[in-house]
Nanobody, 121 residues
Framework: QVQLVESGGGSVQPGGSLRLSCTAS????????MGWYRQAPGKQRELVAT???????NYVDSVKGRYTISRDNAKNTVYLQMNSLKPEDTAVYYC???????????????WGQGTQVTVSS
């Protein structure tokens, strides 16, 4: 009913940049909060950044000043611009969105399949 498709992951050297994208498709009535999470090997999934439908943003302390989350509501897409990448940023990054579909009364959380980000020299 709803798919979140991520793109933009890859390998980069420390100090480099990547831009992740995540587009929602399906029988969507409304998209509320959107965000990015990451999971490094052997660690729990952690929240990286969120953005409300009105554009208010929130970041985990470890990425403040380096990452920027944004969204294009007309395209049902959320972005994560990642600058000054560090080896500790290496993880699988997942897109998340609270979406109300046309056949449901309440929004539900949906997840993308994940995209690998590797920061290494």
């Amino acid at each position: 009913q709803v798919q979140l498709v991520e793109s933009g992951g890859g390998s980069v050297q420390p100090g480099g940049s990547l831009r992740l994208s995540c587009t929602a498709s399906g029988i969507i009535a409304s998209i509320y909060g959107m965000g990015w999470y990451r999971q490094a090997p052997g660690k729990q999934r952690e929240l990286v950044a969120t953005i409300t439908s009105g554009g208010r943003t929130n970041y985990v302390d470890s990425v403040k000043g380096r990452y920027t989350i944004s969204r294009d509501n007309a395209k049902n897409t959320v972005y994560l611009q990642m600058n000054s990448l560090k080896p500790e940023d290496t993880a699988v990054y997942y897109c998340n969105a609270d979406i109300k579909i046309v056949t449901k009364l309440s929004p539900m959380p949906y997840w993308g399949q994940g995209t690998q980000v590797t920061v290494s020299s």
